[in-house]
């Protein structure tokens, strides 16, 4: 019997450009995404089948048959004949419809299980194939790191040295849908978002000239998706005028919006300001990596 417990970090775009809309319909994109250092649990156990949920979001998690960790592992034994499987128990503690990946990085966590089991690399085609078929953003989850992600998500920049970065996360609990956001920027196929290229981001970049590259980055999404949930613009208000906030922006298609800052002191002072002013926020003091 094997029993491993896998986390499933959330995913932050600390950027997020849009270039376009292709002929077929998709969003192509340019994003410097990030990940935390906690998240959802994934528990995997060969001597049983199934898969249950719990925890704190686990009502949002969706109808089991349908979870994206069931997904991953059906994607995957399509195409890895004699795949070994198992139970998946998942401890939900992300938000759901969040712009935090918290599906898709349980996916990935899923998928990192099997690798493991059936002696498979995570650069295996088979396994990339099974997260690209998931979902956009998994393929970037499977390799929790920072990077580049291009194109629908399935371009991959290589892994980048980036210093430890302060952030508070924020989620008012309300869930924005990415198809409604994406639909509110009423991009024709074919037609270009005609805004300026994404800055470069280079390996060994110190904090404060990070902050000052991706102060000339945004989140194309943003607009669409404060009209559609307004009380993004109060989290973002909030995040921006907590003392130390270097910068205040939303991640992915909403709601969950990051504040960053210079010291984990002060990331951390300003998430307890913010739970006591706004205990009904889900509220996340973090290391990005």
Not at 41 to 65: I, K, Q, Y
Not at 86 to 100: E, N, T, V
Not at 165 to 175: D, E
Request: proline content about 5%.
């Amino acid at each position: 019997m094997t029993k491993r417990i896998e986390r499933a970090p959330a995913k932050v775009n600390l950027s997020l450009h849009i270039l376009g809309r292709r002929e077929d319909g998709y969003h192509t994109l340019e994003s410097l995404v990030c990940f935390t250092g906690s998240g959802d649990l994934l528990t995997f156990n060969t001597a049983a089948d199934g898969f249950a949920v719990s925890g704190p979001c686990a009502r949002d998690a969706g109808p089991d048959t349908d979870n994206l960790v069931v997904r991953a592992a059906r994607e995957l034994q399509a195409r890895v004949a004699g795949l070994r499987s198992g139970a998946f128990h998942l401890h939900k503690s992300l938000p759901a419809a969040a712009g935090i990946g918290g599906g898709s990085s349980d996916a990935a966590a899923a998928l990192r299980l099997l690798a493991r089991e059936n002696a498979l690399a995570l650069d295996d085609p088979r396994l990339l194939g099974a997260a690209a078929a998931i979902g956009s953003d998994v393929p970037v989850c499977v390799n929790a790191r920072a990077r580049m992600m291009c194109g629908t998500g399935e371009v991959l920049g290589p892994l980048l040295a980036l210093p430890p970065l302060y952030a508070v996360l924020v989620n008012p609990g309300v869930a924005v849908e990415t198809r409604d956001v994406f639909a509110r920027l009423n991009l024709a196929k074919g037609e270009d978002y005609g805004m300026s290229a994404h800055p470069k981001i280079e390996c060994g970049m110190s904090a404060p000239d990070l902050f000052a590259v991706l102060r000339r980055a945004r989140n194309d999404m943003e607009d669409a998706a404060c009209v559609i949930a307004p009380v993004i613009v109060d989290v973002l208000a909030v995040l921006g005028a907590a003392r130390g906030c270097r910068l205040a922006r939303m991640s992915g298609s909403g709601a969950t919006c990051f504040g960053m800052f210079e010291t984990r002191i002060a990331a951390s002072r300003a998430a307890r300001a913010i739970r006591r002013s706004r205990p009904q926020w889900w509220v996340k003091p973090c290391i990005l990596r």
